[in-house]
């Protein structure tokens, strides 16, 4: 199983959110590169990046520094999320190099977008599924919809996704612990990987989501308990990856 340590970008820094909100945030670097290279040094083998601005505001706006972190470190996956609405801002992420890109708002409203970038991108697309309570939230987190997290996910893994990526916004970075339960039901319910996000606070998590791991969750990522220390990210990432899938 693999830990993935996440970096949220906005305005160009490295920054951490409670419950999606964008007033809520706390500022850990003014260099996401430096910040990128860290968790390259101790062990990550993935890198999850999300453009706050660009979930907000619908398109990139942190691209420069997506760019930079791609190009510092080729030797390590990238995957991004936030703002990706039209098939012009995938090709530009997949052209500078980054692996996978991640459909969130665009696969609630419009879910025939991601079927069509699944077939013309192979292996590329993840869509992310952000939910609380069971229902998916759109915009930021901003809203809930009326989508079934299980229902939605089977849909896209018909559509040829590569994978789900499922947070439990309730817990995101509430340090609260990771959401296990409903994680590992959305794995049993779909034959594509799933990647938990949200909660993860300390060994324990990491220890349970392993255990559930061959349900068919490859990975687990990681952000506040990074930064704020609760959690050392070279230890953790061995403990998972001590976990066969």
């Not at 996440?6 to 909100?21: F, M, S």
């Not at 947070?167 to 034959?191: E, P």
């Amino acid at each position: 199983m693999l830990l993935i340590p996440a970096i949220d970008l906005k305005e160009g820094k490295c920054v951490r959110l409670r419950q999606g909100r964008m007033e809520d945030d706390t500022v850990f670097s003014d260099d996401p590169v430096a910040v990128a290279g860290k968790w390259v040094a101790a062990g990550a083998k993935r890198i999850h990046l999300v453009d706050l601005d660009g979930a907000f505001a619908g398109k990139p706006r942190n691209a420069e520094v997506i760019h930079a972190i791609v190009e510092a470190y080729p030797d390590v996956p990238v995957q991004i999320g936030g703002g990706i609405r039209d098939e012009e801002t995938i090709q530009g992420y997949l052209d500078a190099g980054v692996e996978y890109v991640i459909i969130g708002t665009k696969a609630v409203n419009a879910p025939h977008f991601v079927k069509d970038m699944a077939i013309e991108y192979p292996r590329r697309i993840i869509v992310g599924l952000d939910a609380k309570d069971g229902k998916v939230a759109i915009d930021g987190w901003s809203k809930l919809s009326r989508h079934d997290v299980i229902d939605l996910a089977q849909h896209f893994e018909d559509d040829g996704v590569e994978a789900i990526i499922y947070t439990d916004i309730s817990r995101d970075g509430m340090m609260q612990g990771v959401n296990v339960d409903a994680t590992a039901r959305l794995a049993q319910a779909i034959r594509i990987p799933v990647i938990a996000s949200g909660g993860i606070t300390n060994l324990a998590d990491i220890r349970a989501l392993g255990v559930a791991s061959g349900d068919g969750i490859i990975g687990a990522i990681t952000g506040r308990a990074i930064y704020e220390g609760t959690l050392d990210f070279a230890e953790a990432a061995k403990l998972a990856e001590s976990f066969a899938i």
